[in-house]
């Protein structure tokens, strides 16, 4: 969609997300979900672009079952001209197959907080539980991202009582 000449803005970000998933869903078919993982990590820490996260697995799974669709057109394609060496085209297929169901099932959400004194090695032990975890490093304590307005939008009040208590 079009206004005044420009892509709508929240296209542009799904645009984006969408192409962020190509390279991981090829290194997820080839059995590398830490290199898969390290690329997310440094593309959010990054562009700061924790919404992509909402939609990364489900654009994985259809860039996982283009690259299977072109897969089996060219192993066809080797049969057709019996040129051979279709198993690992079909090896390949499968992978494909595997990754997008892989991306397509349902994940238990998880959220792990880290408190402590200062140097105490928080930061240390989240950056590497993420990989294993295959989760996202914030990096920056919570209280320091609300003052930078990174994330959602602090919630309106509604103008209930409870909120002058609360504030």
Known sequence: MQVMGHLEPAFRWIDVADEVAFLP?????????????????????????????????????????????????????AVAGTSGGTTALHQQYDDYLDCARS???PKRPILVLMHGLSGSGKSWIAERLAPVLSAVHRGKPVDLLASQSVGPPPP??????????VQ
């Open 25 to 77: 869903a090829d290194l997820d078919s080839r059995r590398q979900p830490l290199h898969a993982q390290a690329f997310l990590a440094g593309y959010v820490a990054h562009s700061g672009d924790y919404q992509a996260c909402r939609l990364l697995k489900l654009y994985e799974a259809h860039r996982s079952l283009v690259r299977a669709k072109v897969t089996a057109l060219t192993a066809r394609a």
């Open 103 to 105: 991306a397509l099932s």
């Open 156 to 165: 309106r009040l509604c103008g209930h009582p409870i909120e002058q208590i």
